[in-house]
């Protein structure tokens, strides 16, 4: 099993930073990626950044070049960091992390943080 903890939500105006932190426990030398999604009320789940056990990191286009996604592995955690915040990135952050259980691919979600920008 794998374990996902987040934190690091909160309430920022439009233009400031905040990060986020994902910290995987269990059988973390199974995992293959980790990434977050975030959804707003009303609207569908979407990824925000993934990164794979090799470090190569993805984003949306709707957060490239304003978020980075990063990790330390020997903490087992992943950071996500948000400059350049808007109203719209106002969601709640879920951290996923994918992991191989008896040869299946596995997901394990954490419990979502809030995020909140001002206009």
């Known amino acids: 099993q794998v374990q996902v903890v987040e934190s690091g939500g909160g309430s920022v105006q439009a233009g400031g930073s905040l990060r986020l932190s994902c910290v995987a426990s269990g059988s973390t030398n199974t995992i293959t990626a980790i990434g977050w999604y975030r959804q707003a009320p009303g609207d569908q789940r979407d990824l925000v950044a993934r990164i794979s056990v090799g470090g190569n990191p993805t984003y949306s286009n709707s957060v490239k070049g304003r978020f980075t996604i990063s990790r330390d592995t020997a903490k087992n955690t992943v950071y996500l960091q948000m400059t350049g915040l808007k109203p719209e990135d106002t969601a709640v952050y879920s951290c996923?992390?994918?992991?191989?259980?008896?040869?299946?691919?596995?997901?394990?979600w954490g419990q979502g943080t809030q995020v909140t920008v001002s206009a």
């Open positions: 996923y992390v994918d992991w191989i259980s008896r040869d299946l691919q596995t997901r394990s």
